[in-house]
Every structure is written in structure tokens, then in C-alpha cells.
């Protein structure tokens, strides 16, 4: 059995974990951490709920707790830090209290955090998915030592299988836009780099949701703001296939929930926001679905401990997400295409992927788990 391997023989008494996280989490909940810890051969309950959790095992069975930090979970996490310092006083088994954008819970869960005091613990830690936010003074101030662990890919049926887009390249995102991505800054981005690249034969990308985030009329006033005179806006779903390199600029929109098959992208815009801030607690789901080279302000320092290649667009003020250079990222794409990197980028960001697998990111935290039950 896998799990007696990693942990030894007297962890066998752990028959399952539990997973504690809002509804908003589920898609990583099963698609990273169930199926992960399904590999490698240990049952796991989710809920959103801590008191079914109690109900149902007591304090007996490791508990992985999740805060996302996000205003539509708000609810369930500020739940969470009512009844975890508790739980995790009376817990017999250990505790890992994972925060998915540590910055923004930070800001919105201050004085929860401030109420949180486990000085004498030694079975509980918190996990950060990167290595900024590890030395925060709010999260040390709890008692309890911070770790950061990998994100992880979501697996794929064809995951070995999926295809490099590199001809034509493909620069873009597609995401749920406003709460923490702008379309106002990718549309900046594509803007400078299909003027003054023109000779790249890039081609642009904008999808997700809302709608009215990429009503065409919008979007076209926002490239002839940013300085793109000349251009075409085209539909994903009147776009002709197989895509050909374009002889003018173009950017192809998709108003679908789902990324069209058909269409991978090369260069990922990862461009995250905290109100008027850089937002520097995000590791983003999106760009772990594919992959691809992410194009990021701050990605939690993640791209570090993953080991991922990405291009850094310069800001000047991490207090202000207008201080970044869209023009001086846009030309660092293009430099990356030009000198040929983009290629070796993709293979080292596609090994990558099919290391961080759901089972690699579970075997992390049964590591954990036996660290703290002190085996």
C-alpha cells in the first residue's frame, strides 16, 4: 500500500481524511487533492460543512481544512475560523490548515486571524501554495509554523498527449474576469505586443465569463484606446479551423464557460489584482488546467518552488497595479518568441505538469501528516 510507504506502519490507523473547504473549492478539492489522495490509496470525506465533519468522526481523523479567501466563500471561511481553533485544541490527530490567497484573507479575515492563538500546538500547520506570504507577521503571530506546497495540474485523460501551440502562437487567458483579472490590462498587453510585433504573427485570445466582460463593441474600444488601430475581432465560434498564421492582427474571443479544444495557448496572462494592489497570493487554477508559459505580475513566488518558466511584467509599486509596464511585458514576450526560449519554455512547463500531479501534491501532505503526528 502506497500511503504505509510514505508514512509507516502506524499511520495505517488513519483509514481516512477529511477535507474541509467551501463550495467554491470543490473543483480543486476533487480534481487535486480527492483524486491525488485516491492514487495513492487513502479514502478521503469532503464537506463544506466543519460540524458534519465532527459529527460524523469526532476528533480521531487528520483534517485538511481549506480557506479560499475569495468574497463569494466568505461565508463558509469566516465559519471555518469560528470553529477550528476548537477543533484543532481537541484534535488527536493532525491538522493542515491550507489558505489559497493568503494576502486577500489577510485583508478580509483580520481580526479572525488576530483571535487565533495556538502557541502550545504542535499538530497543526498552515500551507500556503508559494513561499511569498510564508513569513507574514499575521500568520506567524497564530502559533503555528507555515509551509508552502505545490498547486498542482489537474490530471487529463490525454495529459501526455496534449500538443505545444506553436504555430501560430497564441497569447491570452481565459478566466472569469473583474473580481481579480482586468480585461482592460490583457487587452493593453495584446494591444502592444500585435503593434510593435506585428511581424510575430501572434495571435490574441480572450475567453471566460461574464459576457459582458468581452462584448465585442467593448473590447474594440479598449485595443483602440490602448493604441491598436487596425485589428479584427473574431468569435471562437466563427473562427476556421485549423487556425492559420494571421496576416494582420487578430484576436479571437470566446464568450463559452470552456476553452474551444481546438485552441491551446502559448503565453497565459496571469495578470492578478487585489482592489487597486498587485495581488501577490494567487496561484492560479486556470493556468493549472493546460500548459503553457504564465505571464504574471506575482504568482504567491510559486513559480519557484514549481519550477515553472514565466515571464515577469514590471511594476513599479506593488501598491498600485497601474505602476505595471504593459508595453515592457509585451515586449518581453516577444523576445522570448524571437530568440526561440518559448520552445524550451513550453517542454520544461509541460515536464512540470506531469510531475505536479494530484498524487505528487497528496504524497506532500501525507508527508505532513506524519511530520506532525511524529512518526
Known amino acids: ?39 495513492l490509496g487513502v479514502p478521503t470525506f469532503l464537506s463544506s460543512s466543519a460540524d458534519e465533519i465532527y459529527e460524523r468522526f469526532g476528533t480521531n481523523s487528520p483534517l485538511l481544512v481549506q480557506i479560499h479567501g475569495a468574497p463569494h466563500s ?25 489558505m489559497h490567497r493568503p494576502d486577500e484573507i489577510q485583508q478580509r479575515f483580520h481580526e479572525e486571524l488576530e483571535g487565533w492563538r495556538f502557541e502550545s ?18 500568520l506567524l503571530a497564530t502559533g503555528l509554523a507555515c509551509m508552502d506546497i505545490a498547486h498542482g495540474f489537474f490530471d487529463s485523460p490525454t495529459l501526455e498527449e496534449a500538443p505545444r501551440q506553436i504555430d501560430p502562437i497564441i497569447v491570452g487567458a481565459h478566466t472569469i474576469w473583474g473580481e481579480m483579472r482586468s480585461v482592460r490590462h490583457a487587452v493593453r498587453v495584446l494591444a502592444s505586443l ?31 484606446e490602448a493604441g491598436l488601430p487596425s485589428f479584427e475581432l473574431v468569435q471562437a465560434s466563427r473562427l476556421s479551423l485549423p487556425i492559420n498564421r494571421p496576416s494582420h492582427p487578430l484576436v479571437v474571443v470566446c464568450h463559452e464557460d470552456v476553452m474551444p479544444r481546438q485552441i491551446n495557448l502559448t ?43 514565466v515571464i515577469k511584467v514590471p511594476y513599479s509599486n506593488l501598491e498600485d497595479i497601474e505602476s505595471a509596464d504593459w ?47 511524529g512518526i
Open 74 to 98: 466568505a461565508e463558509y471561511d469566516r465559519e471555518i475560523f469560528r470553529a477550528l481553533p476548537d477543533r484543532v485544541r481537541r484534535n488527536s490527530a493532525p491538522t493542515i490548515i491550507l
Open 327 to 373: 508595453s515592457a511585458g509585451a515586449a518581453k514576450i516577444a523576445e522570448c518568441i524571437e530568440s526561440g526560449d518559448y520552445l524550451k519554455a513550453l517542454e520544461a512547463n509541460q515536464t512540470r505538469r506531469l510531475e505536479l500531479s494530484p498524487a505528487f501534491v497528496a504524497g506532500g501532505y501525507l508527508r505532513e501528516f506524519k511530520l506532525l503526528s
Open 1 to 39: 500500500m502506497v500511503f504505509s510507504l510514505l508514512l509507516g506502519e502506524s499511520v495505517l490507523s488513519m483509514k481516512f481524511i477529511s477535507i474541509l473547504g467551501a463550495p467554491t473549492l470543490l473543483h480543486y478539492s476533487s480534481g487535486i487533492l480527492k483524486q491525488g489522495f485516491d492514487v
Open 267 to 309: 503565453f497565459n496572462l496571469q495578470l492578478y489584482h487585489l482592489g487597486a494592489k498587485v495581488r501577490t497570493g494567487e496561484n492560479s487554477g486556470s493556468l493549472h488546467r493546460g500548459f503553457s508559459i504564465p505571464v504574471v505580475l506575482e504568482m504567491n513566488s510559486a513559480e519557484v518552488s514549481e519550477k515553472l518558466s
Open 121 to 138: 500546538l504542535s499538530a497543526a500547520r498552515i500551507a500556503l501554495l508559494g513561499s511569498w506570504h510564508l513569513q507574514d507577521q499575521a
Open 194 to 224: 500585435l503593434m510593435n510585433h506585428a511581424d510575430l504573427s501572434v495571435i490574441g485570445y480572450l475567453g471566460g465569463a461574464p459576457s459582458s466582460e468581452l462584448q465585442l463593441t467593448l473590447l474594440d474600444e479598449m485595443f483602440v
